[in-house]
């Protein structure tokens, strides 16, 4: 059975920084590809970051780009984002998925972590 468990979301300032976690058990991170969704109240959710399986490569959303790094553990079996420079449109319920099955689809979710960005 894959378990994925984010931890590490927050309230946070605007300018600020947090580093989500998402430890995966029944599946070997290093064999699949990884990445980070978010879901805004209201809004429909959304790609923010993914990793591939060999960590070679790595995709981010505009967004995200040059304030959000994704990165994986493979001893920890586990995937971050760090968020730096964090805006108030970035709250939002922040998901893990694994299992990459094409066209940003994953098979496998976690049950997300609240991230709040006051201003």
């Known amino acids: 059975q894959v378990q994925l468990v984010e931890s590490g979301g927050g309230l946070v300032q605007a300018g600020g920084s947090l580093r989500l976690s998402c430890a995966a058990s029944?599946?070997?991170?290093?064999?699949?590809?990884e990445a980070w969704f978010r879901q805004a109240p209201g809004k429909e959710r959304e790609f923010v970051a993914a990793?591939?399986?060999?960590?070679?490569?790595?995709d981010y959303a505009d967004s995200a780009k040059g304030r959000f790094t994704i990165s994986r553990d493979n001893a920890k079996n586990t995937v971050y984002l760090e968020m730096n420079s964090l805006k108030p449109e970035d709250t939002a319920v922040y998901y893990c998925?694994?299992?990459?099955?094409?066209?940003?689809?994953?098979?496998?979710w976690g049950q997300g972590t609240q991230v709040t960005v006051s201003s």
């Open positions: 998925a694994a299992n990459y099955l094409g066209n940003r689809n994953y098979r496998y």
């Open positions: 029944g599946l070997i991170v290093s064999s699949y590809g």
């Open positions: 990793i591939k399986w060999n960590a070679a490569v790595t």
